[in-house]
Structures are given as structure tokens and as C-alpha cells.
């Protein structure tokens, strides 16, 4: 199987929930690289920071739509982290701030996106004092 066939069997097995966790690793990613870079790899920088701030404009983008699923609320914080991810962004490319705290808040999305483990289901209690049968 090739390797485009697996990624597009791939794609197709993933909730929305699970592509955007995947997302944010590879841009998070992306970004941890371009901040270990040789500082004068501008392009990798850019690269990654721009990338990084589609990623989180797409995100506002989704949210402003009323017919988004998500409470009003978390669309509202998610537009709200948007416009900040765009201002601190290009404070990184002026090399007035760090990358950090951009994989940071990247990462508290990944907490959010992570799958959540299943709560184990419990046996069923016997309701009587009579022993059931085996």
C-alpha cells in the first residue's frame, strides 16, 4: 500500500475530533522545530508560525459560524485565543516574543482533543439475597 493510500485510509477512519488533534501535534511540532532552529532559518520560523496561525484562524472561522456545534462560550474563547495566537505570532516573527508559549496553548488544545478513556463498566449488582447461578 502506498503511502498517499494509507493517509487517505487514515483520513477516513478519523472523527473531526481526532484530524484536529492530529493537527495540532504536526503544527506543534512544526513549531518546537522551528524555535530549536538555527536562528537565522527565518524561512523554518515562518514557516511554522504562519501554519500555525492558519491552523487557529481556520479554528475561528468554524466558530463563527452559527451553526457551529459547539456552545456559544467555547466558541467565543476559541475566537478570543485566535485573535491573541495572531497578535503574539507576529510579535514571534519580530522577534519581540517567543514560540513557547504558542506550543503551550497548542497543547492545552491536545488536552481538550485528547480521546477521553472510557469509564469502565461495572458488573451488575445483585439486587436480592438469592445467589444466582452460574
Not at 511540532?29 to 504562519?50: C, T, Y
Not at 478570543?80 to 497543547?107: D, G
Amino acid at each position: 500500500m502506498s503511502v498517499q493510500a494509507y493517509r487517505t485510509a487514515a483520513a477516513r477512519a478519523e472523527s473531526p475530533r481526532e484530524a484536529e488533534y492530529r493537527l495540532f501535534g504536526q503544527v506543534t511540532h512544526a513549531l518546537l522545530e522551528a524555535d530549536k532552529a538555527d536562528p537565522s532559518d527565518f524561512a523554518k520560523r515562518i514557516d511554522a508560525l504562519d501554519w500555525n496561525r492558519r491552523v487557529w484562524s481556520a479554528l475561528a472561522t468554524a466558530c463563527a459560524d452559527p451553526d457551529n456545534a459547539l456552545p456559544e462560550a467555547a466558541r467565543a474563547q476559541i475566537i478570543s485565543l485566535s485573535l491573541w495566537v495572531s497578535k503574539h505570532t507576529s510579535a514571534v516573527m519580530r522577534r519581540e516574543e517567543e514560540i513557547e508559549p504558542l506550543v503551550e496553548i497548542n497543547r492545552i488544545m491536545m488536552q481538550g482533543l485528547a480521546p477521553q478513556p472510557q469509564a469502565p463498566t461495572q458488573a451488575p449488582t445483585q439486587t436480592s439475597g438469592a445467589p444466582q447461578a452460574a
